[in-house]
């Protein structure tokens, strides 16, 4: 990897794209529209940044079209991509699609990505990215996510091999409880075990996930959390309420990671309101 002179690294996310088939809209849109909108946004304004990571539901249904429309986009970018699963996502019609990702011998999507310090004598780190999609065998209506022996095994080594380096783990399903109770039932599974490996491991610095389509943030166990919007939509305010089939057309957003020797920066940027707005001063 090439070391960038600045203070930082820079990490793109987004997730639960949930592309669907051509004519196919949720909440009135199509999510492959709103996706190439937020990421033609992103590129323009962060075209420093080292790495996309989308962290799952590429696909409403995981048939080889829905794979098929996301391709183009992600051709010819100007940086390197990591697609991960979901469960609305299958592995096999991904790799028919995307056959350069990287498959753990497991058969699972999972990879590592290891950057230089940002700054001179700053922090190495370390991105461990999961496949939490529970299947096959797949099951109708089966949403939950979980990390089997093999998973947990890999997890378990690139931890030992990280060294110093500053660990950042990236999943679809959250493993914790975000007191929306609906999608709480359908969290990562695997969460006790879980958190009984990685808090062995004090430089697992924060935990990266989607599912749920809000922004949400805070500590899970001791370790920091930040989960992400989607582009297309979101899940309305349900703390407390059963039901993970909700969707409202609250503002997409992706997200900006900043790895600094100062610790671990998150920003979450709604996309059309940064574009329905123009910059102003305190003296407009």
Same mark, same amino acid.
């Given at each position: 990897?090439?070391?960038?002179? $600045?203070?930082?690294?820079?990490?793109?996310?987004?997730?639960?794209? +949930?592309?669907?088939?051509?004519?196919?809209?949720?909440?009135?849109? /199509?999510?492959?529209?709103?996706?190439?909108?937020?990421?033609?946004?992103?590129?323009?304004?962060?075209?420093?940044?080292?790495?996309?990571?989308?962290?799952?539901?590429?696909?409403?249904?995981?048939?080889?079209?829905?794979?098929?429309?996301?391709?183009?986009?992600?051709?010819?970018?100007?940086? %390197?991509?990591?697609?991960?699963?979901?469960?609305?996502?299958?592995?096999?019609?991904?790799?028919?699609?995307? %056959?350069?990702?990287?498959?753990?011998?497991?058969?699972?999507?999972?990879?590592?990505?290891?950057?230089?310090?940002?700054? @001179?004598?700053?922090?190495?780190?370390?991105?461990?990215?999961? /496949?939490?999609?529970?299947? %096959?065998?797949?099951?109708?209506?089966?949403?939950?996510?979980?990390?089997?022996?093999?998973?947990?095994?890999?997890?378990?080594?690139?931890?030992?091999?990280?060294?110093?380096?500053?660990?950042?783990?990236?999943?679809?399903?959250?493993?914790? +409880?975000?007191?929306?109770?609906?999608?709480?039932?359908?969290?990562?599974?695997?969460?006790?075990?879980?958190?009984?490996?990685?808090?062995?491991? @004090?430089?697992?610095?924060?935990?990266?996930?989607?599912?749920?389509? $809000?922004?949400?943030?805070?500590?899970?166990?001791?370790?920091?959390?930040?989960?992400?919007?989607?582009?297309?939509?979101?899940?309305?305010?349900?703390?407390?309420?059963?039901?993970?089939?909700?969707?409202? @057309?609250?503002?997409?957003?992706?997200?900006?990671?900043?790895?600094?020797?100062?610790?671990?920066?998150?920003?979450?940027?709604?996309?059309?309101?940064?574009?329905?707005?123009?910059?102003?001063?305190?003296?407009?």
């Amino acid at each position: 990897m090439t070391t960038i002179n $600045r203070m930082h690294h820079k990490i793109l996310v987004f997730t639960d794209i +949930h592309i669907k088939s051509e004519g196919e809209k949720i909440v009135g849109y /199509d999510p492959l529209e709103r996706f190439d909108t937020g990421l033609k946004h992103a590129l323009k304004h962060h075209p420093d940044a080292d790495h996309l990571i989308l962290t799952g539901d590429l696909t409403h249904n995981g048939r080889p079209d829905q794979f098929a429309r996301l391709k183009p986009l992600l051709a010819d970018l100007p940086l %390197p991509v990591t697609l991960m699963t979901g469960n609305h996502d299958r592995r096999d019609t991904l790799l028919e699609a995307f %056959p350069d990702q990287l498959v753990t011998e497991s058969g699972h999507l999972m990879r590592v990505i290891d950057l230089q310090g940002a700054a @001179p004598f700053g922090p190495k780190d370390r991105l461990i990215c999961l /496949d939490t999609l529970d299947g %096959p065998p797949w099951r109708e209506h089966h949403h939950a996510g979980a990390l089997c022996r093999a998973r947990m095994e890999w997890l378990k080594e690139q931890l030992d091999t990280a060294g110093e380096r500053r660990v950042s783990i990236f999943m679809h399903h959250p493993p914790f +409880h975000t007191g929306f109770d609906g999608m709480d039932a359908i969290r990562m599974m695997d969460h006790d075990a879980f958190y009984d490996l990685v808090k062995q491991y @004090p430089n697992v610095a924060h935990i990266f996930a989607g599912h749920i389509h $809000r922004t949400i943030s805070g500590t899970a166990h001791g370790i920091g959390f930040t989960i992400f919007k989607s582009p297309t939509h979101q899940m309305p305010m349900m703390l407390g309420e059963t039901g993970y089939a909700h969707s409202v @057309p609250e503002p997409g957003a992706y997200g900006i990671i900043l790895l600094s020797d100062e610790g671990v920066i998150v920003h979450s940027e709604d996309f059309d309101e940064a574009r329905r707005h123009a910059v102003q001063g305190y003296d407009d």
